[in-house]
């Protein structure tokens, strides 16, 4: 686990319940990162020496996951490269390729550098991709809403990459040209649960047929999402909404955290995928 933030963290956790896969290392860049010792009190081997603990370690690892930010990735994984390591990234980067498990999760077991694009994105392509399978559609709008406390320093950084990656995996899982992403950062309290509004406008859509093809979508995420959950879905004169909210599973996380919990739930499910086809481990069991 490269990066000890949120995410980080979380996913260390979740990766602890996972019947195939071991987490060997967390690593940060400082020893004063609350993250890392965290880390350190759930029993985890960890280092400080960022990146490059990675690449001294003396066997490489099968599998990182890089929980830092969109810059640092490309470098992350021009060093990693030649460990022949698969390397998960959190990051919207679109350095590697974008995967979103229940449309193209297969990908991820021909390609070193995954993707995960972005929370909104693994929470709205599902469906966005299923209505559009079924439907013309002419434009998409995403309005992703996460509380404050959930959006750590990484991810404020890398706003105005969030942005551009979601709306470039919504438009290539979609092929719908006009397409719009916006985040809204919540400083309510009590936190507001993650959630993500998606307007589409399109022609032959009706409340039966949408709603049919919204429901075959979720049902695939909630396997290994049991938060994520369509709060509406109305159909109107051409245009739908439909608005999910994605709750935690609780690891190391508040329940309102759902961003976190559906980017990593998403990740930790490839990995899996990635483990029990290409590791010589005969156990190797999806959780």
Request: hydrophobic content about 45%.
């Amino acid at each position: 686990m490269l990066g000890a933030g949120l995410i980080g963290v979380d996913l260390a956790a979740k990766i602890m319940r996972s019947r195939s896969l071991d987490c060997r290392l967390v690593v940060a860049r400082h020893d004063d990162t609350p993250g890392l010792r965290h880390a350190a009190g759930l029993g985890l081997p960890t280092a400080t020496g960022g990146v490059q603990s990675l690449v001294d370690a003396p066997d490489p690892f099968d599998v990182v996951f890089d929980a830092t930010n969109a810059v640092s990735h490309a470098e992350n994984a021009e060093r990693l490269k030649p460990l022949g390591t698969m390397l998960i990234d959190l990051t919207p980067s679109k350095v590697g390729r974008m995967v979103v498990p229940t449309v193209n999760g297969t990908d991820a077991l021909n390609h070193g550098d995954i993707n995960m694009i972005s929370c909104g994105g693994q929470a709205s392509i599902p469906i966005l991709h299923a209505i559009a399978r079924q439907h013309r559609i002419d434009y998409v709008e995403v309005v992703t809403t996460a509380a404050s406390p959930s959006v750590g320093r990484s991810t404020r950084l890398n706003l105005d990459e969030y942005i551009e990656t979601t709306q470039d995996a919504v438009r290539d899982f979609t092929g719908v040209k006009d397409v719009k992403a916006i985040l809204n950062v919540s400083p309510a309290r009590p936190p507001a649960t993650f959630r993500v509004a998606m307007s589409v406008l399109g022609e032959e859509l009706t409340a039966e047929s949408v709603r049919a093809v919204v429901a075959t979508a979720t049902e695939p995420v909630r396997a290994f999402a049991s938060g994520f959950e369509v709060t509406a879905c109305v159909v109107d004169d051409g245009k739908a909404l439909i608005a999910i909210e994605v709750t935690s599973s609780g690891d190391r996380i508040p329940r309102y955290a759902g961003n976190l919990d559906i980017i990593n739930s998403a990740a930790l499910h490839v990995a899996e995928l990635y483990a029990a086809t290409h590791l010589s481990t005969a156990d190797a069991v999806m959780s």
